[in-house]
């Protein structure tokens, strides 16, 4: 991946089956709650590559999401070179060099246990930042009486995602929507 362009991961999820995956059947009621909206939403990260010493050769993928600095393990998987429209790509609001700190600190604490158990010692030979990625997420919107209810599948695994992917998926439409509003 160069680290100048922007890759997309491909969703494998159709809207059709994201809105299946994300109904509901209600406690009060035998049909499943639909969702009233279903939309695409792109997930910013930094993606790098780690050279680990011993055994030689060893590398491993970190991807350090760029709105709250949440660092996963990442599988190098298929790229697009553009997004899937419509859909919203949240944007990066943290800067390559912060997130890079992040992943090293991270991967080094991983590192340390997995040393102490094994008796081993790890280090990080090189790090090599492959550049910027977005992926993939399916947000359901449900109404409610009061309020619009948000659930959020991974587009590629179409699994459930929980309060972390929940939380930085909230802190980037909320920044979305700000520099929306202070572009008029």
Known sequence: MNSEKTHFVAPVLSSAEAAQRLSRKSWFSRSAVRPAKVELVYLPYFLFQFQLR???????????????????????????????????????????????????AWLRRSLMVAGLKESRTW??????????????????????????????????????????????????LAALSACQHSSF
């Not at 709105?67 to 190098?76: E, F, L, Q, R, T």
């Not at 790090?127 to 359901?140: A, I, S």
């Open 54 to 104: 011993p055994p030689s050769g060893s590398k491993e993928y970190l991807a350090v999401d760029a709105i709250s600095g949440d660092v996963a393990y990442h599988a190098p998987l298929s790229f697009e070179h553009a997004p899937l429209a419509p859909s919203l790509l949240l944007p990066f609001l943290v800067g390559a060099d912060t997130c890079q700190n992040l992943a090293i």
């Open 123 to 172: 280090s990080i030979q090189e790090v090599q930042c492959c550049g910027r990625m977005y992926y993939p997420y399916w947000v359901g919107y449900f109404k409610t009486r009061k309020s619009v209810r948000l659930d959020f599948i991974d587009a590629v695994s179409g699994r459930p995602q929980g309060p972390g992917v929940r939380r930085t998926i909230l802190q980037g």
